[in-house]
């Protein structure tokens, strides 16, 4: 863990992480390193206890307010660990396993995408086959143009299982999904782009300064207001739109309601009264 992870990330390092998940809280940004790289961070039981505890952490910390998930050296993730999760728990006790099976589920999407704090995966190099859960997991994503995706379980005989194939039908066309389950064949960072994996492809040397760009626009805004936002999305998403419709000004009306900040009567006030403001990609001026 970095030294400047202290406080809450101290406090977390006390309950298990540091080993193989590292945190480096710096200006609002916390940087979560799946820290495997002699493995190509194949997430393992010690990653996925310790991203629970280190979610656990960041939630009411609030040093971390924009959180980036990344991989130790070439890689993001090579996804699951064949050895250490599958092969070695099939000797486990039965309960031990669905421990560890409903706790992998609990972070790589359940949690994640419904976490309170805006996530973005910033993808360095290998991501395949389970880490395709992390990464469609979090908000957004930004990737490197050398970065390498697969789904590679059909080469080992086996299918995307867990929630991958799930998480690619979000974000992918069936056609494309389809094309790549079937095939298992790579592809790189701007195909990526192309497909609806990433947000944004840039340069390997442009990555960190792009997702800090990134997470620097998601720090600005109104942090009560960007929590309903996302969460309004995956609740509308299977919703027909009559249901959408009464769900979303219910929410809308809600989350007005609850804000902290009184963002809505702010910013409307800064536009059309004081005439301070102009909407665009900057947000309000929340120091007001």
């Known amino acids: 863990m970095s030294g400047n992870a202290s406080a809450g990330a101290d406090k977390a390092g006390q309950n298990g992480w540091g080993e193989n998940v590292t945190v480096d809280i710096n200006e609002g940004i916390a940087w979560i390193t799946l820290n495997r790289p002699e493995k190509r961070n194949a997430v393992n039981p010690g990653i996925v206890y310790e991203m629970i505890a280190v979610l656990d952490a960041l939630e009411d910390d609030p040093r971390a307010e924009v959180l980036v998930i990344t991989g130790a050296g070439e890689a993001f993730s090579a996804?699951?660990?064949?050895?250490?999760?599958?092969?070695?728990?099939?000797?486990?006790?039965?309960?031990?396993?669905?421990?560890?099976?409903?706790?992998?589920?609990?972070?790589?999407?359940?949690?994640?995408?419904?976490?309170?704090?805006?996530t973005i995966a910033m993808v360095n190099g290998w991501c395949?086959?389970?880490?395709?859960?992390?990464?469609?997991?979090?908000?957004l994503a930004i990737c490197s143009d050398d970065a390498e995706?697969?789904?590679?379980?059909?080469?080992?005989?086996?299918?995307?299982?867990?929630?991958?194939?799930?998480?690619?039908?979000?974000?992918?066309?069936?056609?494309?999904a389809m094309y790549y389950i079937m095939t298992g064949e790579t592809f790189?960072?701007?195909?990526?782009?192309?497909?609806?994996?990433?947000?944004?492809?840039?340069?390997?040397?442009?990555?960190?300064?792009?997702?800090?760009?990134?997470?620097?626009?998601?720090?600005?805004?109104?942090?009560?207001?960007?929590r309903g936002a996302k969460t309004a999305y995956h609740h509308v998403r299977n919703m027909s739109w009559d249901s959408a419709l009464e769900?979303?000004?219910?929410?809308?009306?809600?989350?007005?309601?609850?804000?902290?900040?009184?963002?809505?009567?702010?910013?409307?006030?800064?536009?059309?009264?004081?005439?301070?403001?102009?909407?665009?990609?900057?947000?309000?001026?929340?120091?007001?």
């Not at 395949?128 to 908000?139: N, T």
């Not at 800090?212 to 207001?225: S, Y």
Request: with cysteine; proline share 6%; charged share 30%.
């Open 149 to 176: 995706f697969g789904l590679s379980e059909i080469n080992w005989g086996i299918i995307p299982a867990g929630i991958v194939t799930k998480s690619v039908s979000m974000v992918m066309s069936q056609r494309d």
């Open 79 to 118: 996804g699951q660990d064949l050895k250490e999760y599958f092969r070695d728990m099939e000797k486990a006790p039965p309960m031990e396993r669905e421990r560890l099976y409903r706790s992998n589920a609990a972070w790589q999407w359940r949690r994640m995408m419904y976490y309170p704090k805006p």
């Open 247 to 288: 769900y979303l000004m219910a929410k809308s009306d809600s989350t007005t309601m609850r804000d902290p900040e009184r963002g809505a009567k702010i910013g409307m006030g800064q536009f059309l009264d004081d005439k301070t403001y102009k909407p665009g990609l900057e947000a309000y001026d929340r120091k007001r």
């Open 128 to 139: 395949f086959g389970g880490a395709f859960q992390v990464l469609i997991g979090c908000d």
């Open 188 to 226: 790189k960072g701007e195909r990526a782009k192309e497909l609806g994996l990433v947000n944004k492809s840039v340069p390997a040397s442009e990555l960190r300064a792009e997702t800090t760009k990134l997470a620097n626009v998601l720090r600005n805004k109104n942090p009560h207001v960007l």
